[in-house]
């Protein structure tokens, strides 16, 4: 699973990352540059009451707001709006928002946090607030709300 999630952490940087070759040279001084594109590599968690109740993967729209400073890249954020499923068969609207991540003069992350939303098909819905530990390759869920079997959408 470690592996799993530093697989996707780096595709998702490198998507912000290569993005870079389809667009101007980055001119010297502060910028901020947009990259949207579908993808079918999404992946979550759910989380009840600290106890990890299902993996969910699915598809759909990631956003990648690359910002720099004196021509060189210092921070990104990502939103991805999209479905997702797990095991349940439950599919759940998806929309998730990384903090800036900052990043060091290699283009290393220096910190990752991400907020969640899951609403899902039959009523449960998740909400939370998870990082991703760098120094021991592992994502920590920092808070995790969730309403099981509410109203119905």
């Known amino acids: 699973m ?12 490198g998507i912000g990352l290569t993005s870079l070759s389809a667009q101007p040279a980055v001119p010297e001084g ?6 949207t594109s579908e993808t079918d590599g999404y992946w ?12 969910i993967s699915g598809t759909g729209t990631v956003t990648i707001i690359n910002h ?11 939103h991805f709006k999209g479905e997702a499923s797990g095991t349940s068969g439950e599919v759940f609207e ?11 003069a290699d283009l290393n992350p220096i910190d990752y946090t991400a ?9 449960n819905h998740y909400i ?20 099981e079997n509410g109203p119905k959408k």
């Open 30 to 35: 502060t910028k901020t540059t947009v990259f």
């Open 128 to 147: 939370g607030l998870q990082s991703y530990d760098l120094a021991n390759n592992k994502w920590v869920i920092n808070r995790a709300v969730c309403v």
């Open 94 to 104: 998806v929309n998730e928002m990384t903090n800036q991540v900052h990043v060091d």
């Open 44 to 55: 979550g968690f759910l989380y009840c009451n600290g106890v990890k109740v299902d993996d």
């Open 2 to 13: 470690k592996t799993k999630a530093f697989f996707i952490l780096c595709l998702l940087s």
């Open 115 to 123: 907020v969640y939303n899951y609403r899902g098909s039959f009523g």
């Open 68 to 78: 720099y400073k004196a021509g060189k890249l210092v921070w990104y954020t990502m």
